[in-house]
């Protein structure tokens, strides 16, 4: 397979997976697509259940790469048998697909006019004129069952900043990253990115548990 193909069968679940993100795993050795003569990577089936493998330890159980690598040079070696097993992508993924109103009122069981005012108050983003943003649906459904317990999409405007302002400091991070040209600069970014945010994430969450424990 070329490095287009790999792009293409990762985008489905992984749509912000880029050339330089694969090149960028491949320098820290996660992977090793062979090379023909005149240099063109080569990736096999293998490789890309092993770039779904990283892909989706660093997306759901935040793992930095280093560890990653650890486990699976222990499943290389034998010592671990969980291995990356073959899977299917869903077929469509909300993430890249183009949703309207309707169709995540339906999608999310929420009324047009509460997509609406969550489209006012920042909570949802449009992508386009008419069409709304990646994760448009989870944030909706999210909502609906807020709702059941009072939190209006008023009250929602005050996280969004708070995530925003999160998201500016996970931008810091990266920035002299991303400003580079090189593939492996922007690999490294991407993949700072994603590990700052998902940190980020838990951290947030480990504070609204503690919170609300004490409650």
């Known amino acids: 397979m070329r490095i287009s193909d790999v792009l293409r069968a990762l ?10 993100k ?8 996660l992977i090793t697509p062979v090379r023909t003569p005149s240099g063109y990577r080569q990736y096999s089936q293998a490789d890309v259940e092993r770039l779904r493998y990283v892909l989706t330890e660093q997306r759901d159980s935040y793992l930095p790469l280093k560890v ?6 222990a499943m290389d ?16 993924s909300s993430a890249r697909r183009r949703w309207t109103r309707d169709q995540v009122a339906e999608a999310a069981g929420a009324s ?5 005012e ?6 949802v983003e449009q992508s386009g004129p008419g069409t709304l943003g990646a994760g448009s649906v989870d944030v909706v459904r999210i909502a609906v069952a807020l709702a059941e317990h009072g939190i209006e999409p008023r009250h929602m405007r005050t996280l969004r900043s708070a995530a925003d302002r999160q998201v500016a400091l996970a931008d810091q991070v990266v920035a002299p990253w991303r400003g580079r040209h090189s593939s ?4 490294q970014a991407a993949a700072m990115a994603t590990e700052i945010g998902e940190l980020l994430t838990r951290l947030h969450a480990v504070w609204v548990r503690q919170g609300v424990a004490d409650l």
């Open 118 to 123: 969550l489209v006012r108050v920042g909570a």
């Open 77 to 92: 070696a034998g010592e671990d048998e969980a291995r990356p097993a073959p899977r299917l992508a869903p077929a469509e």
């Open 22 to 29: 694969l090149r960028f795993l491949e320098e820290q050795g």
């Open 11 to 20: 985008a489905p679940e992984f749509g912000d997976v880029s050339h330089s």
């Open 184 to 187: 492996s600069a922007q690999g």
């Open 112 to 116: 047009p006019e509460l997509v609406d």
């Open 68 to 73: 990653i690598k650890e486990r699976l040079a």
